[in-house]
C-alpha cells in the first residue's frame, strides 16, 4: 500500500476534529436538557411587571403538565395558527400537531397572570441542528388580550439567555413566510435572520411557504478567555443583563 498520502492524513485529522467536536456538542445539549430548571438561570426574569400586566413565568417539562395545561397550550396554538397552516401545504392536523407538543423532549414556559391564568408560553427544545447544538423556538403563543405589551418579546429574550448559560450556538425557529405578525415580530424587533439551512425557493416553481430563522448567540468565554466557538467572529446576542430590559 506504501505511504499515506498527506491529503489523506489530513482528511483523517479533520474527520476526528469533526466527530469531536460533534461528541461535544451532543454532551452540551444532553446537559442542557438535563438543567433542572433553566430559569434559575434568570431568576429576575421570572417575574413580568409592566404595561398593566403582571405574570409569572415557569419552566415546565412535558411530564410535568397536567392534562388541562396541555390543552390549554393546544387550544391556544390551534386557535393562533390553524388559518395559517391551512393555507400553508403543511394543512392543520389536531394529531400531528399534538404529538409535536408532548414529545419526551418537549420543554416549556408558561406565563400566567395574579389568578394563575395562563396567559402565554413557548416550546422550545435542546437538540442538534445537523452538527450544531441549538435551543429550537418550536412555539411560541400569547393570548389575544395581552398582547403588544411585551410578554412577546420578554418570552424570547429569556430562551435567548437560557441558551447562553446553556452554551448552545444559536435560537432557532421556524415560521410562515405569510405570517406577517411573526415575521415583523422575529425579523424586525428580535434581530432575528434567515437561516443558512432555511430552504432557497426554487426559480421556476412555487416558493417554500416557510423560512428557518435565527439568532446566534455569544459564546460563554473558555478557561483561556476566547470564546469558546467561531461564532465569536459574528453579529451575536449580547445577553448578559441580569435584570430584565425594558420593551420596546
Ligand atoms: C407574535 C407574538 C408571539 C408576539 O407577542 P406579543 O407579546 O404581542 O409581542 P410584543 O408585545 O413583545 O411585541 C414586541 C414588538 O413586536 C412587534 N409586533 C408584535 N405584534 C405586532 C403586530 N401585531 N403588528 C405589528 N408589530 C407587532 C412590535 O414592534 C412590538 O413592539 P410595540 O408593541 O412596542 O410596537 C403574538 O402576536 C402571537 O402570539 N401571535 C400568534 C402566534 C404566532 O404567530 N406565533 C409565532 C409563530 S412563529
Known sequence: MGRKSVKS?????????????????????????KVPDPMDFVKPFRKFDRNGLSLTIEFKRIADMSEEEIEWAFDLTKKNMQTLYEESEW????????????????????????????????????????????LYCYEIQVIDDVRRKGIGKFIVQILELIAYQTEMV????????????????????????????????????????????????????NKTGDASNAQSNKAVVEPMQTSPVKAS
Not at 492524513?9 to 436538557?33: G, Q
Not at 400566567?112 to 391564568?117: F, I, M, S
Not at 415583523?184 to 430563522?213: A, C, R, W
Open 170 to 221: 444559536k435560537v432557532m425557529l421556524t415560521t410562515f413566510k405569510h405570517n406577517k405578525v411573526a415575521q415583523g415580530f422575529f425579523k424586525n424587533t428580535m434581530k432575528y435572520v434567515i437561516d443558512e439551512i432555511s430552504p432557497e425557493d426554487p426559480l421556476f416553481e412555487e416558493g417554500y411557504h416557510y423560512e428557518i430563522l435565527s439568532k446566534p448567540i455569544k459564546q460563554k468565554p
Open 9 to 33: 492524513k489530513e482528511k483523517k485529522m479533520k474527520r476526528k476534529e469533526e466527530s469531536a467536536k460533534m461528541a461535544v456538542s451532543l454532551e452540551k445539549v444532553d446537559k442542557a436538557n
Open 91 to 134: 394543512g392543520w392536523k389536531d394529531k400531528d400537531k399534538r404529538e409535536e407538543m408532548t414529545e419526551d423532549k418537549a420543554l416549556y414556559l408558561i406565563a400566567r397572570d395574579t389568578n394563575n391564568k395562563p396567559v402565554a408560553f413557548t416550546h422550545f427544545r435542546f437538540d442538534m441542528e445537523f452538527d450544531e447544538e441549538v
